[in-house]
């Protein structure tokens, strides 16, 4: 299909192995899919929650037909790709939360020794 058309009729055609679609074309203004990046993404402004801001530093967006001018494609059918390493992360979380058993030990280790010094003094 051409790219701000719109099928008029539409049919599906058989053969052998394959099925296709097949219909007239009628030119119309078709709302289309957007890509857009920053000229500067390094300049982009944190707020948190993979929320960025656009700055005086990250200049203007450029905007246009996805797969045109660099601006990444759009595929249909597929699942986007994790950023996060699960593996990584229970490794952190595991390392988080023994440090954390050793340094609640140690705060009970020196709670009994203060508690030993007044029971000594007394």
Do not use: C, H, W
């Not at 058309?5 to 203004?29: F, H, K, N, Y």
């Not at 660099?70 to 023994?98: H, K, W, Y």
């Amino acid at each position: 299909m051409r790219a701000g058309a719109v099928a008029r009729e539409l049919g599906l055609e058989q053969r052998a192995d394959e099925e296709r679609v097949v219909g007239q074309l009628e030119d119309s203004d078709v709302p289309r899919v957007v890509a857009g990046a920053e000229a500067d993404p390094a300049g982009l402004e944190a707020r948190g929650g993979n929320i960025f801001v656009a700055t005086t530093a990250s200049g203007d967006a450029q905007t246009g037909v996805p797969g045109a001018d660099g601006l990444g494609t759009i595929a249909q059918g597929f699942l986007e790709d994790s950023n996060v390493s699960v593996v990584e992360e229970m490794v952190n979380m595991i390392l988080g939360q023994r440090a954390y058993e050793a340094n609640s030990k140690v705060v009970k280790a020196a709670d009994e020794m203060y508690q030993m010094m007044n029971n000594v003094t007394r």
